[in-house]
């Protein structure tokens, strides 16, 4: 199968006349030599672009539909995180052969998250090569008004969305060749679900942005990492109580606790939001985010530049919960 018939095939039926987005009806998609897009006025676009290389960031022979579904998520994570509305994508890929079972599998993973998001692919290009999968996303979020790592002071509150170290307790089952589909007892399923079917808090994302969060990042390395990222940006500290942090009971059946922690406070890959909030937000946050993702608050800012604590006074580092 040539380039051109490959593209036909199985790229435009993820595009502009197949999946509506915000903006569908006034720009071109797939097909000429660039994709136009018109932004509304008083919204800015927000770009984000995520490469995933075989054999660095997934297994070789990785089931082509989790991968799809899987590349096209962890891009639209970066959206929630700025509080922007999914617009749409493009996809560079490269393959080392034409292989159409794996392209539809590969196809099917991307349109079922495109469809969910209304984030139709709009471009791309594909070439020969060792597997590599780069997807850039579009987003649309008000002039000045996205969430950054920046924003936060001390006394507000930080909270978490979903659970915290499923993903890397599924890692394990990855390496070994288990899929969800393959795997028969539950507890692995549900932690190998959550690896190859990360959810973008997109809905939390706005809501955040909406109603006053300070500070956003998603979770793609690992809490204390990422958190600390929002600590350098807003030039604070923080206080954790690892008592608080949400694991799901199959994470904790499967590991016991203190190794489940360890994968909560350490363990990337969750692609769910840790976001600050001042107290007078944290008093209205709801349990349950319009998508139905939990909310749960585990600490709070303070003026030590860098340094994350715990309620005891103790330093909280990455290497003081590497058991893994
Ligand atoms: P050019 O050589 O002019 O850059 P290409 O021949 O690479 O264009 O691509 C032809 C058309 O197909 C373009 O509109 C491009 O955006 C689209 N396209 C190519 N590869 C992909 C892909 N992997 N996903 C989506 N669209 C693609
Ligand atoms: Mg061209």
């Given at each position: 199968?040539?380039?051109?018939?490959?593209?036909?095939?199985?790229?435009?039926?993820?595009?502009?006349?197949?999946?509506?987005?915000?903006?569908?009806?006034?720009?071109?998609?797939?097909?000429?030599?660039?994709?136009?897009?018109?932004?509304?006025?008083?919204?800015?676009?927000?770009?984000?672009?995520?490469?995933?290389?075989?054999?660095?960031?997934?297994?070789?022979?990785?089931?082509?539909?989790?991968?799809?579904?899987?590349?096209?998520?962890?891009?639209?994570?970066?959206?929630?995180?700025?509080?922007?509305?999914?617009?749409?994508?493009?996809?560079?890929?490269?393959?080392?052969e034409a292989d159409e079972q794996w392209l539809d599998g590969f196809t099917g993973?991307?349109?079922?998250?495109?469809?969910?998001?209304?984030?139709?692919?709009?471009?791309?290009?594909?070439?020969?090569?060792?597997?590599?999968?780069?997807?850039?996303?579009?987003g649309l979020v008000p002039s000045g008004d996205c969430l950054l790592r920046s924003?936060?002071?001390?006394?507000?509150?930080?909270?978490?969305?979903?659970?915290?170290?499923?993903?890397?307790?599924?890692?394990?089952?990855?390496?070994?060749?288990?899929?969800?589909?393959?795997?028969?007892?539950?507890?692995?399923?549900?932690?190998?679900?959550?690896?190859?079917?990360?959810?973008?808090?997109?809905?939390?994302?706005?809501?955040?942005?909406?109603?006053?969060?300070?500070?956003?990042?998603?979770?793609?390395?690992?809490?204390?990492?990422?958190?600390?990222?929002?600590?350098?940006?807003?030039?604070?500290?923080?206080?954790?109580?690892?008592?608080?942090?949400?694991?799901?009971?199959?994470?904790?059946?499967?590991?016991?606790?203190?190794?489940?922690?360890?994968?909560?406070?350490?363990?990337?890959?969750?692609?769910?939001?840790?976001?600050?909030?001042?107290?007078?937000?944290?008093?209205?946050?709801?349990?349950?985010?319009?998508?139905?993702?939990?909310?749960?608050?585990?600490?709070?800012?303070?003026?030590?530049?860098?340094?994350?604590?715990?309620?005891?006074?103790?330093?909280?580092?990455?290497?003081?919960?590497?058991?893994?």
């Amino acid at each position: 199968m040539g380039e051109f018939e490959l593209i036909n095939k199985y790229f435009t039926r993820l595009g502009v006349s197949k999946i509506k987005g915000p903006c569908s009806t006034d720009w071109v998609g797939i097909g000429d030599d660039c994709a136009f897009i018109s932004i509304p006025q008083g919204t800015q676009l927000a770009q984000s672009v995520d490469t995933m290389v075989e054999g660095v960031h997934f297994p070789t022979n990785s089931d082509p539909f989790g991968l799809g579904y899987r590349a096209l998520a962890c891009a639209l994570s970066d959206l929630a995180a700025v509080g922007a509305t999914p617009h749409s994508f493009t996809l560079a890929l490269t393959l080392p052969e034409a292989d159409e079972q794996w392209l539809d599998g590969f196809t099917g993973g991307l349109r079922q998250l495109a469809v969910k998001h209304c984030c139709p692919l709009v471009g791309g290009d594909t070439t020969k090569g060792p597997l590599t999968i780069s997807v850039q996303v579009q987003g649309l979020v008000p002039s000045g008004d996205c969430l950054l790592r920046s924003g936060a002071s001390p006394g507000d509150l930080i909270c978490v969305t979903g659970t915290l170290g499923d993903a890397a307790g599924a890692i394990p089952l990855v390496l070994a060749g288990e899929t969800a589909a393959s795997c028969r007892d539950s507890r692995s399923k549900f932690l190998l679900h959550r690896y190859w079917y990360p959810s973008p808090r997109i809905e939390a994302g706005e809501w955040l942005r909406i109603n006053g969060a300070t500070s956003a990042v998603d979770v793609s390395d690992g809490l204390l990492g990422d958190l600390q990222h929002i600590l350098t940006a807003s030039r604070v500290g923080a206080i954790i109580d690892p008592n608080l942090l949400p694991r799901s009971a199959s994470l904790i059946q499967q590991y016991g606790n203190e190794k489940s922690l360890s994968y909560a406070m350490t363990g990337g890959d969750d692609y769910e939001l840790c976001f600050t909030v001042p107290e007078a937000v944290a008093n209205k946050l709801p349990q349950f985010m319009p998508d139905g993702c939990r909310i749960t608050c585990i600490g709070q800012i303070t003026p030590e530049q860098g340094i994350i604590r715990n309620p005891d006074g103790n330093e909280l580092d990455v290497n003081s919960y590497q058991h893994f």
